[in-house]
Nanobody
Framework: VQLVESGGGLVQAGGSLRLSCVAS????????MGWYRQAPGKQREMVAT????????NYADSVKGRFTISRDNALNTMYLQMNSLKPEDTAVYYC?????????WGPGTQVTVSS
């Protein structure tokens, strides 16, 4: 099983980034997916989640209205469109997949927002 994130980088405040997570070794359509992040010295926190059918999504209050999570089951890929980025969004962003007792994490991608 492999989850691989991409799309991170350095961006100025107010800018945008689009993260991708490509999954292999799992039946992607069976898994609920999510993005989490961890800033230095802080605990990992949920950013956004999306169910298997891409229905009702869930967002952390801090990113509502700025971030959009989506998935393409045909491509085994999940996305996170991040707009109006703020310095406090700086963190390592992780992809997560969960189905019953199975859950997997990607290695993460760094997002740095400069002020």
């Amino acid at each position: 099983v492999q989850l691989v994130e991409s799309g991170g980088g350095l961006v100025q405040a107010g800018g945008s980034l689009r993260l991708s997570c490509v999954a292999s070794g799992i039946t992607f359509s069976r898994y609920a997916m999510g993005w989490y992040r961890q800033a230095p010295g802080k605990q990992r926190e949920m950013v956004a989640t999306i169910p298997i059918g891409g229905g009702i999504t869930n967002y952390a209050d801090s990113v509502k209205g700025r971030f959009t999570i989506s998935r393409d089951n045909a491509l085994n890929t999940m996305y996170l469109q991040m707009n109006s980025l703020k310095p406090e969004d700086t963190a390592v962003y992780y992809c997560h997949a969960v189905w019953i007792s199975y859950n997997y994490w990607g290695p993460g991608t760094q997002v740095t927002v400069s002020s």
